[in-house]
């Protein structure tokens, strides 16, 4: 049976109008293991609907909402998140080295010509293309062992979510307890929102373990010939 690749995305929320949406930011001080004393910026939503074409008055009582295990676990939250938005640009190295040891073949250089951005989801293309051609022997060696479509579809997603995680904020829904992540949708341009939960992140983790043995293995491939 062929190895499948899948990831777990953020959960969109179905948040339109009539909403309205109420961020608050509370900024203190940590001091971390190096002794630094660091500013948190620590922020909450309050998302309630509009009735009747009103604005609703929200009342936010901050001294009870920010303690000190909320703002802790919004500090790993964010820490995590970071964490694996740097794992996303290793991943993103891996892809570029990948492929300039691929540029040489005739096939690669017409492929390449289709995609001059040179951003991450363009490499992305290009390894799709240089997948379903079957023009790289290497290519085709390990990824007999996957599901083709299944490592494309994966790749997609996860620069998809690294950009959610790159540009995004994380912040608490007070009135639905939940953690979130905030950001602009590349189609309409609005800020939508996105349930995060530590099971998305274990996932990007895993996908990101998945497709960087899969570069690798390719490239081990060619190193041999």
Same mark, same amino acid.
């Given at each position: 049976?062929?190895?499948?690749?899948?990831?777990?995305?953020?959960?969109?929320?179905?948040?339109?109008?009539?909403? %309205?949406?109420?961020?608050?930011?509370?900024?203190?001080?940590?001091?971390?293991?190096?002794?630094?004393?660091?500013?948190?910026?620590?922020?909450?939503?309050?998302?309630?609907?509009?009735?009747?074409?009103?604005?609703?008055?929200?009342?936010?009582?901050?001294?009870?909402?920010?303690?000190?295990?909320?703002?802790?676990?919004?500090?790993?939250?964010?820490?995590?998140?970071?964490?694996?938005?740097?794992?996303?640009?290793?991943?993103?190295?891996?892809?570029?080295?990948?492929?300039?040891?691929?540029?040489?073949?005739?096939?690669?250089?017409?492929?390449?010509?289709? %995609?001059?951005?040179?951003?991450?989801?363009?490499?992305?293309?290009?390894?799709?293309?240089?997948?379903?051609?079957?023009?790289?022997?290497?290519?085709?060696?390990?990824?007999?062992?996957?599901?083709?479509?299944?490592?494309?579809?994966?790749?997609?997603?996860?620069?998809?979510?690294?950009?959610?995680?790159?540009?995004?904020?994380?912040?608490?829904?007070?009135?639905?307890?939940? %953690?979130?992540?905030?950001?602009?949708?590349?189609?309409?341009?609005?800020?939508? %929102?996105?349930?995060?939960?530590?099971?998305?992140?274990?996932?990007?983790?895993?996908?990101?373990?998945?497709?960087?043995?899969?570069?690798?293995?390719?490239?081990?491939?060619?190193?041999?010939?």
């Amino acid at each position: 049976m062929s190895t499948q690749l899948s990831l777990l995305s953020p959960k969109r929320m179905d948040i339109s109008d009539p909403y %309205y949406c109420l961020t608050l930011s509370n900024e203190n001080t940590h001091v971390n293991s190096l002794g630094l004393e660091l500013p948190l910026n620590t922020e909450i939503v309050s998302i309630c609907e509009i009735k009747n074409g009103e604005t609703p008055q929200v009342n936010i009582p901050l001294h009870e909402i920010m303690n000190t295990e909320l703002i802790e676990r919004l500090q790993m939250l964010k820490g995590s998140v970071g964490q694996c938005s740097n794992m996303a640009e290793k991943l993103f190295g891996k892809l570029k080295d990948l492929v300039k040891a691929l540029e040489h073949n005739s096939a690669v250089k017409d492929i390449l010509l289709k %995609y001059p951005k040179g951003d991450f989801m363009s490499h992305r293309n290009i390894f799709s293309d240089i997948i379903k051609s079957k023009c790289i022997r290497c290519v085709n060696t390990v990824m007999a062992v996957y599901d083709s479509k299944s490592v494309r579809r994966a790749l997609n997603n996860f620069i998809l979510d690294r950009n959610k995680y790159v540009h995004g904020k994380i912040l608490y829904w007070t009135e639905k307890q939940i %953690y979130l992540i905030s950001y602009e949708d590349d189609v309409s341009k609005q800020v939508v %929102y996105a349930e995060m939960e530590i099971q998305i992140l274990k996932s990007f983790i895993e996908c990101y373990n998945e497709l960087s043995k899969l570069f690798s293995d390719i490239n081990d491939c060619l190193r041999k010939i």
